[in-house]
């Protein structure tokens, strides 16, 4: 009982003679000791035999915490209350790694709080370190969080020696840091205030640059003692942020400063505790000093407030803190601001040196610089260079005050003292990687920009893994680049790695930054499959080979990272806001978006290759959202000025090696929206009646007027060529219906029908040919690589059956003419398919009608649905005819033998095939139809043998019609009725998207014959088609379209008004989003 007593007493009068300053620093150093080799289990072992020595031992550098939560209300609840503590957990987490190097406060024992606080920390642990939480001790650089209880006393009944932490200061192997101050609640107060004082530095150890280390006091739940404590730490000028919803003296004392009508009730049901006057004019008392500061308290509701909000409460109740640190009388600052009163009399509070006119000295940082005796002299920014912290969050609610507090402080500085455009760059790169839009969206308004050689560290932090290169594959957004085009990736990503390892980033390194950059380019060209124009060596054509030399001009110097190479890590990194800041500041925003939109589809659909749903799902909506602004953009823009925003489609433009025009990138990249709006048809009717009126009645009269123009339109052409086209199947038919044969040659009209249409279907073969590879092509997507051209060539419904019209014509000209026969059975057949094929390439004429081209795309849509019903259909057909063969015919060994006509694979095909139309065939499959007693059908093996067109008779078997009965069921009421729900759910999807479908279609139809020539006639110009094609691919035609004309006047002219529509379309964006 003695020891107990005489125990208690020692620790008493520890807590009452207790230095804060030293107990700080020697928390500061022991949480921040890392074994040498934390992760040698030879060291583990020797820290549990408690043999580890201090010469293991080495002392981070990062010794000082960046913010502090000190956490209290622990107490006896005698109200059994529920609070949302998973809320509080949650934001208390968030919170602390928003603050980077963050100490969380608090006192262990057996109460609530406590163990919720416990609880928090081990979810951080399992979520942040996963099975490696045991290796990573309270000293490695990768705890960003350490939970430290401030213990009251050593517990009596602990006898282990481990606990004196003088005599073991490393405590690897716990994940909680102990250290006894004392049961004195003062003793906690004079600690939290000791910390306030304290200084840490937020640019670089070396500078002499520093802010006070940010504390708050987090209170939740309570009793007594907390709102004691509460108001002697507002009294200090120490900010709180107390937890609404908590329950006990949070929510008195918010009750008490919105109204304290009903404090007495309140407070008795609060607590659940009797009051007596004493107790209750203390209370009073000290909630009274409460209210009098209550402009340095926060609050956050666990029930109202999402968790990741106390990050920007915190960060608030702070700086408002120390902003009023003059104006809250405390007992430390009365005499300070009493000797700040007496100095400046008579000097003007506008300037903190009179030396310095570039100075106003009213920031919050000057201030702590000014106390700190910190001259705004060139050396303070010598080496100037933020400390990396890329395991700060994203934050999800971001104001300029939210955590951590080192980006306000910067800005402040760099604003203070006029050196932001110099050393604003370095902050930008910062608030890049932590994602403050806040802070990019300033810095960007204020002119600074950002450093290309700080490009590959921007993709180190943000893009790179470490781990992809692991097996099994990490599935990191590097990873998925990756798959997409592996050398860009590497070079993006590991040079920035190894830039980062030799630490060779400097300004100036143009040659590795630039790599960076091209690389970054190259990926999103061969991610969109477009090849880069090099024949002039650069988009703009600077320098063109056919310019004359007064028009040519030296290509300007690109030193600084423009903001689309950011745009484009943002597009990497998948930074919404980010991007879409990025985007407004960039040029050309209709395309840009464009370019964005596919970009991240092609990496959202990659991403669902690989089974990452999340990170498709997430890339999806980041596309959509793109594609969103630049529909708004076009819609606002047909608003304001119609001519130009129709116009604006055809602008060609370069984005990130890209050249292409809006609608064409658009239809090249299936975006339907676009394609379908307004802007894009009305450009589509500009040029299908080649700027004539779009009605049928003035158009044919300007044949009249402007022959020429009409001539040229592509409506035009599209009547000639079908016309054309009607004329040679006529022809066609004639001469399959009539003179297939070689007495055809006795009438020479008949030689004519056929010639035509071979003279025909080879102009017409290179039309499509032209088309398939665009080598004569006037537009734009002649930028994209052969692969890319062809893929998408094939993939139109309408070029595979011209492909296949092709193949069967020259198929049957080459049996008619080469391998001719006296009937020319074969040859008649070849040319009745090919014809029959010619007939369904017409129906395309009708693709452009309104009416009849919605149903023309339901019909392709339906083939679709109706082949991968053939694809299950054939299995089962499969498996039902061997069944019947089998069982039927049994040991049937010649299954190729004879004609192919014979080979029995048709017959074991043939039965199942028609059941699926309701043909029974039942008399066969029961082997008991009467023809087979006519002689028909043998059963002798030898004669059905040697003679495989001689019919072998079938056996009776029972279980064939059994089979066969299941057999119809499933087909016909099944399978036949599953493929009719497949045509209605198509058709429902047609009808509702059938004018989006139709537009785009149209515009393919546009597109195709404002090049196109009419066959036969294009043969006739083809010498000077293939004249042209070669001068232009000298002169690099897609780059050049503007500068080689002839009439370099009215080419300045189209320059102006291409120039006046980029302005035009920033004008419109900013006012969409308003994001600058």
């Not at 994940?175 to 200084?199: M, N, P, R, T």
């Not at 537009?779 to 060539?793: A, G």
């Amino acid at each position: 009982m003695s020891t107990g007593a005489n125990s208690s007493a020692e620790v008493n009068k520890m807590s009452r003679t207790i230095d804060v300053g030293a107990f700080w620093n020697t928390i500061r150093q022991e949480v921040n000791i890392i074994p040498e080799n934390a992760y040698d289990k030879k060291i583990t072992e020797e820290q549990n035999n408690h043999t580890t020595t201090k010469k293991n031992c080495i002392v981070n550098a990062s010794s000082t915490p960046t913010m502090v939560f000190s956490v209290i209300g622990d107490s006896d609840s005698f109200v059994p209350r529920p609070w949302p503590k998973t809320v509080f957990q949650t934001a208390l987490i968030e919170a602390a790694k928003s603050g980077g190097e963050t100490w969380i406060l608090f006192r262990k024992n057996k109460e609530v709080v406590s163990n919720v606080i416990q609880e928090a920390y081990g979810h951080y642990e399992d979520m942040e370190f996963g099975e490696d939480k045991d290796e990573k001790s309270i000293g490695d650089p990768q705890r960003h969080i350490k939970l430290i209880n401030i213990a009251p006393q050593k517990p009596l009944d602990d006898t282990s020696e481990d606990f004196n932490t003088e005599t073991w200061p490393c405590e690897y192997t716990k994940a909680i840091y102990e250290k006894i101050i004392g049961e004195d609640e003062d003793q906690l107060l004079e600690f939290e205030k000791h910390i306030s004082k304290q200084e840490v530095s937020f640019f670089n150890p070396e500078m002499n640059i520093k802010m006070p280390v940010p504390i708050a006091i987090i209170v939740c739940e309570g009793d007594l003692r907390t709102i004691v404590h509460v108001a002697k730490a507002l009294k200090e000028n120490v900010p709180v942020i107390i937890m609404k919803g908590s329950g006990k003296a949070a929510d008195l004392v918010l009750d008490y400063i919105d109204k304290n009508d009903e404090f007495r009730k309140k407070a008795s049901n609060s607590f659940g505790i009797q009051f007596d006057n004493d107790k209750y004019r203390l209370l009073r008392k000290y909630l009274g000093k409460i209210i009098r500061h209550k402009d340095i308290i926060g609050v956050f509701d666990l029930n109202e407030d999402d968790p990741l909000k106390l990050s920007n409460i915190v960060g608030e109740t702070v700086v408002s803190c120390w902003s009023m640190k003059h104006v809250i009388p405390t007992q430390d600052n009365v005499q300070e601001n009493y000797e700040t009163k007496d100095g400046s009399s008579g000097k003007s509070s506008t300037h903190v040196h009179d030396d310095d006119p570039t100075l106003k000295g009213f920031s919050l940082t000057w201030k702590f610089l000014q106390k700190n005796s910190v001259r705004p002299e060139e050396r303070i920014f010598e080496g100037f260079n933020m400390e990396s912290r890329a395991h700060i969050l994203n934050p999800k609610f971001s104001t300029p005050t939210s955590l951590p507090l080192y980006f306000y402080f910067v800005y402040q500085l760099l604003q203070e003292s006029r050196k932001l455009e110099k050393f604003g760059p370095t902050l930008l790169l910062e608030a890049l990687k932590a994602n403050r839009c806040d802070y990019v969206r300033v810095l960007l308004a204020k002119g600074v920009n950002f450093r290309r050689s700080d490009l590959p560290e921007l993709y180190r932090q943000t893009v790179a893994c470490n781990g992809c290169g692991e097996d099994p594959p990490c599935l990191h957004i590097e990873w998925i680049l990756k798959q997409l085009a592996e050398n860009h990736t590497k070079t993006m990503c590991q040079l920035s790695n190894d830039l980062s390892t030799t630490g060779n980033i400097e300004e100036g390194n143009s040659s590795q930054d630039f790599k960076v950059a091209d690389a970054a380019e190259a990926l999103c060209r061969t991610i969109l499959r477009y090849e880069k124009c090099i024949r002039c060596g650069m988009a703009e054509n600077y320098n063109c080979c056919l310019l004359k030399s007064e028009q040519k001009r030296s290509p300007p110097r690109k030193d600084k990272t423009t903001i689309s190479d950011i745009l484009l890590w943002a597009i990497f990194a998948n930074r919404k806001e980010l991007a879409e800041i990025c985007w407004l500041r960039s040029e050309n925003h209709l395309l840009t978006g464009l370019v964005c939109s596919a970009i991240l589809k092609k990496l959202s659909k990659k991403a669902n290759n690989v089974k990452e749903h999340v990170l498709s799902n997430d890339l999806e909506e980041h596309s959509k959202l793109f594609e969103q602004r630049c529909i708004a953009l076009m819609k606002s823009m047909y608003k304001e000025n119609t001519t130009h925003a129709i116009d604006l489609m055809d602008d060609e433009a370069y984005v990130w090696g890209i050249h292409s025009s809006p609608l064409a990138f658009a239809h090249e990249n299936f975006m339907y929206d676009i394609v379908a709006h307004t802007c894009s048809q009305k450009n589509m009717n500009k040029h299908w009646y080649n700027n004539l009126p779009p009605d049928i009645g003035p158009f044919v009269n300007s044949i009249f007027t402007k022959p020429r123009q009409f001539l040229t339109a592509p409506l035009t052409k599209y009547v000639i060529n079908y016309f054309l086209f009607f004329i040679m199947l006529i022809m066609y038919s004639a001469f399959v219906l009539t003179s297939i044969s070689t007495k055809y040659y006795v009438h020479d009209i008949a030689k004519v029908f056929e010639y035509y249409v071979y003279f025909w279907g080879a102009g017409d073969l290179m039309e499509e040919i032209i088309s398939c590879f665009g080598c004569m092509e006037n537009q734009s997507r002649s930028d994209r690589n052969y692969y890319r051209r062809m893929k998408r060539y094939f993939n139109d419904f309408w070029n595979v059956v011209d492909l296949l019209s092709y193949v069967l014509l020259i198929a049957a000209f080459a049996v008619r003419h080469m391998h001719p026969s006296q009937t020319f059975t074969v040859a008649r057949r070849m040319f009745s398919l090919s014809l029959l094929v010619m007939y369904l390439r017409f129906l395309e004429v009708f693709l452009i009608h309104r009416k009849m081209g919605p149903t023309l795309i339901m019909i392709k849509e339906m083939l679709k649905d109706l082949l991968r019903f053939l694809s299950i259909a054939v299995f089962v057909v499969l498996g039902v005819g061997i069944y019947y063969h089998a069982n039927l015919w049994p040991d049937h060994q010649t299954m190729w033998s004879g004609d192919w006509t014979n080979w029995r694979i048709w017959t074991i095909i043939y039965y199942p095939y028609w059941q699926l139309y309701g043909e029974l065939n039942l008399d066969y499959l029961d082997g008991s139809k009467p023809d087979y007693d006519e002689g028909e059908c043998t059963n002798i093996t030898t004669e059905w043998e040697s003679d495989t067109s001689q019919q072998r008779c079938p056996q009776e078997d029972w279980t064939v019609q059994a089979v066969s009965a299941a057999y119809m069921l499933f087909t016909n009421l099944l399978l036949v009725n599953l493929v009719i729900a497949m045509f209605s759910y198509t058709f429902e999807r047609v009808q509702e998207n059938s004018e989006k479908l139709w537009r785009f279609e149209r515009y393919t139809v546009i597109n195709d014959y404002d090049w196109r020539i009419p066959s036969p006639f294009n043969l006739v110009l083809l010498p000077v088609r293939v004249a042209c094609y070669i001068r232009k691919r000298k002169c690099c035609l897609p780059c050049c379209k503007l500068n080689c004309c002839c009439n370099w006047k009215n080419n300045e002219k189209d320059k102006k008004k291409v120039e006046f529509r980029k302005n035009f379309q920033k004008i419109i964006a900013l006012r969409n989003h308003n994001k600058i």
